[in-house]
């Protein structure tokens, strides 16, 4: 029996499955079991920032498995300490303690509960189109019914608002609100960039009214927008920033760094078996010391702009818009994006959708310029 009906026998029915079997990765690029080559511009939803099998993580973790892989927090460990101080250097000032996790909807979690435990109070404020992770506080948090309806009811105390508008933040933040959570750019609701003047003014208004304001950095992080963090193109520090995806080169893991306004923490208020466990913290130490050595928040930048215009120079009457920061881009189209992901599969192009009509792209950091080229050529082939 074949890898793709084995596990068509066995999945959980969740996924909606392309008919590609992936089998090999190497920086930007990954492998089909027929020995089919793509250019991967999904990049595990964000995760492979410094690309796929990169060869320092890879080293990290050999070298880690032959000596520990687990140690709880029960305990000091050297690895996770280096990777702690390590986030907290890249971090905006003023964050400077990490809780670590396994994922980004657990990052969320974890903010969501310092939030009310610090502040005393049970209101949550997030956006419209916002999207923060699938287990209970984060869904409460995150915005579109496609996602949210099958398991209400979800937790109390969360409302939406539009995001971009800072009237209706305004209306919504008041004595009972524990925190505002929100993406600096909106990455399943469409890759939308928040501006500097209302990202500025959420900040001011959470200092005013006594809430936290928790940043969601689990797509945007790690050098994704052109900065190791996206919050930094603005200088704004969150007094919560939850992150995950590129942290640790593919590993699972996540971790939520804190600012001083973060009050009431004590033994046993949170904590997890797996976070923080040695063999995700040596991926990480190296992973993070590469995107550092390579200046990948710079090449992100510079590769970004350069996708940006050429993607702009596209004459098409699908396209409505085009959008992003660093390499993180959408375009969104006057029609759903699904024939023209399956169009650019076909050329060996892997794409994201994000919602309905936006073309996603999220490719690993290292990208060369010349298969940028390419992905921008077969888009403009495929969007006629």
Not at 159 to 166: D, K, L, R, W
């Amino acid at each position: 029996m074949d890898s793709r009906t084995l596990e068509q026998q066995h999945t959980s029915g969740f996924y909606a499955k392309r008919d590609l079997t992936l089998v090999r990765g190497l920086g930007a690029h990954v492998w089909d079991d027929q020995g089919n080559e793509y250019i991967d511009c999904v990049g595990g939803y964000g995760v492979a920032n410094v690309g796929h099998c990169n060869a320092a993580v890879i080293a990290a973790i050999r070298e880690q498995s032959e000596r520990l892989i687990t140690c709880p927090e029960l305990f000091y460990n050297d690895v996770r300490a280096q990777a702690m101080d390590r986030l907290v250097r890249l971090a905006p000032a003023g964050l400077e303690r990490v809780v670590l996790t396994n994922s980004g909807t657990e990052s969320v979690e974890a903010a969501l509960k310092l939030a009310r435990l610090s502040t005393g109070r049970p209101g949550i404020v997030a956006t419209m189109r916002g999207f923060h992770g699938r287990t209970m506080g984060a869904l409460s948090a995150t915005w579109d019914v496609h996602y949210r309806d099958a398991f209400l009811p979800l937790v109390p105390g969360f409302s939406h608002v539009p995001y971009g508008n800072i009237e209706a933040m305004r209306g919504a933040v008041d004595d009972n609100t524990a925190a505002v959570i929100l993406e600096v750019v909106q990455g399943e609701g469409g890759v939308n960039p928040g501006s500097p003047e209302y990202l500025q003014a959420v900040r001011e208004l959470c200092d005013e009214r006594g809430a936290l304001l928790i940043i969601d950095e689990v797509q945007t992080g790690f050098g994704r927008t052109g900065r190791m963090f996206a919050c930094q193109h603005y200088d704004i520090c969150p007094d919560l920033m939850a992150v995950a995806k590129g942290i640790a080169g593919g590993v699972p893991m996540g971790a939520v760094l804190m600012g001083g306004r973060v009050q009431n923490i004590r033994e046993g208020i949170h904590g997890t078996t797996f976070g923080g466990n040695p063999l995700a913290c040596a991926a990480a130490v190296a992973a993070l010391d590469y995107m550092v050595e390579h200046d990948l928040p710079g090449q992100a930048a510079s590769k970004g702009e350069w996708v940006l215009r050429r993607l702009r120079q596209i004459e098409s009457p699908l396209i409505r818009d085009v959008r992003g920061l660093g390499l993180m881009i959408g375009i969104e189209l006057r029609q759903r994006t699904t024939p023209y992901v399956r169009a650019l599969m076909e050329r060996g192009i892997l794409a994201l959708i994000a919602g309905r009509t936006v073309l996603r792209l999220l490719p690993p950091l290292v990208i060369s310029d010349q298969d940028l080229a390419t992905v921008c050529d077969a888009i403009e082939e495929v969007l006629p």
